[in-house]
């Protein structure tokens, strides 16, 4: 992709994360940061480093719901899929990514991840306000009664 920048040849825009989804220890998101020889908004109008991307669900297979799956993955409405990351550390690494001057962006599918996501960016933000957060990559699916 950089060649491609250098030489012209891009056609579309790239806006690049550090990968975080799924993380839940700071220390290790800390080393993700650190480790890596990206920095937020490094790059120019076709290529850029855009912040680091969280998760808090499992994704469209295990999306975080309010009410149980149905049919045989609801496994007798006992599964609401998967909550990877719960608030508090999720809080605590917005918080340090924030202090760090990263914008944090965050993927939540279901219908009880995105809010919650919400709530959890704007808490790691009112703790640390440096870059508007945002949701990127999520989906919310609910069935009317």
Do not use: C
Not at 95 to 103: E, F, H, S, V
């Amino acid at each position: 992709m950089l060649e491609a920048r250098k030489t012209g040849a891009l056609t579309l825009r790239f806006n690049m994360y550090l990968p975080g989804s799924g993380v839940r220890d700071i220390e290790r998101m800390r080393d993700i940061v650190a480790q890596s020889p990206l920095k937020q908004d490094e790059g120019d109008e076709w290529v850029r480093v855009g912040g680091v991307k969280l998760g808090i669900d499992g994704g469209f297979e295990g999306g975080l719901m309010t009410k149980p799956f149905l049919g045989e993955i609801g496994r007798n409405g006992t599964y609401f899929g998967i909550n990877r990351v719960p608030a508090a550390p999720f809080n605590a690494i917005v918080k340090m990514l924030n202090a760090g001057g990263w914008r944090v962006t965050t993927h939540a599918v279901g219908d009880a991840a995105p809010r919650p996501g919400a709530r959890r960016l704007r808490g790691g933000q009112r703790r640390a306000p440096a870059r508007r957060p945002a949701l990127g990559g999520g989906a919310s699916v609910r069935v009317a009664p």
